[in-house]
């Protein structure tokens, strides 16, 4: 069980950014070998979602950027689990936890993502559906997916 927490990025010790940063680094860049600029200047208008293991390990991140970021509606970005996590199943508490802060802090709104083509599934068992654009984004493909508003 992870100890979650959001956090606006001038709340980020500078130590919790480092350690955000470095995990993204570590999945998207290196394991994944895709070179990309991991600072794209969205962090500091960003929410950011932590998940601690119980020595204070960083060990899932994922961004909430607020609506006309990224795209007109909310978006959930930049989703990551250590490797050495990713049987605990944290990605799923991971999306609980957005979506509660998402209707907290924005109501119940439209969540537009930007998913890599292999986790389709695990989007789609979060309620979002593919929009149909698909793209290739720094070599790996991409798909457009939406998470409408809950009825």
Not at 14 to 43: M, S, T, W
Not at 85 to 94: A, F, L, P, Q, V
């Amino acid at each position: 069980m992870l100890n979650w927490s959001v956090k606006a990025f001038e709340e980020l010790t500078l130590r919790e950014f480092h350690d955000l940063l470095a995990l993204r680094i570590d999945v998207f860049i290196v394991e994944q070998n895709c070179p990309y600029p991991e600072l794209d200047g969205k962090d500091e208008q960003s929410y950011h979602l932590i998940g601690r293991n119980e020595n204070s390990q960083i060990v899932a991140t994922s961004r909430i950027l607020p609506p006309g970021l990224s795209y007109p509606q909310v978006s959930i970005g930049r989703v990551v689990v250590a490797k050495n996590e990713r049987m605990n199943n944290y990605g799923h508490d991971m999306m609980r936890m957005a979506f509660q802060f998402i209707l907290e802090k924005f109501g119940n709104t439209e969540i537009k993502i930007s998913a890599q083509k292999y986790l389709e599934s695990f989007y789609l068992s979060h309620d979002f559906v593919p929009t149909g654009k698909e793209y290739l984004e720094d070599g790996i493909p991409h798909l457009e997916m939406i998470r409408y508003k809950n009825k």
